[in-house]
């Protein structure tokens, strides 16, 4: 069992910037993959960005370059970093840990709200 926990959610003027993070917890060796996804009211869950443990990256094309998926090993935490943000950018933002341990499995946080508005 994985357990994460979100952080860094708000309400920003477009053009901002905030940092989520999200902390694992409990068998965190077994994950090999973090994600974040969104859902914008209204709209069926997106997949935003990923970081593997290599640390290799990818982002959906609508964040490309504005958005930075990061972990910190040490710390055992993922960051996404939100710069130039939009208002189409307004969602609940979700952490997901993906685990392989006779099977693969998905975890989630709670969600964290991002509002972009003036």
């Known amino acids: 069992q994985v357990q994460l926990a979100e952080s860094g959610g708000g309400l920003v003027q477009p053009g901002g910037s905030l940092r989520l993070s999200c902390a694992p917890s409990?068998?965190?060796?077994?994950?090999?993959?973090m994600q974040w996804y969104r859902q914008a009211p209204g709209k069926q869950r997106e997949y935003v960005a990923s970081?593997?443990?290599?640390?290799?990256?990818n982002y959906v094309e609508s964040v490309e370059g504005r958005f930075t998926i990061s972990r910190d090993t040490a710390l055992n935490m993922v960051y996404l970093q939100m710069d130039a943000l939009k208002p189409e950018d307004t969602a609940t933002y979700y952490c997901?840990?993906?685990?392989?341990?006779?099977?693969?499995?998905?975890?989630w946080g709670q969600g964290t709200q991002v509002v972009v508005s003036s």
């Open positions: 970081i593997n443990n290599s640390g290799r990256t």
């Open positions: 409990g068998h965190t060796a077994t994950i090999f993959l």
């Open positions: 997901n840990a993906r685990t392989q341990l006779r099977g693969v499995y998905d975890y």
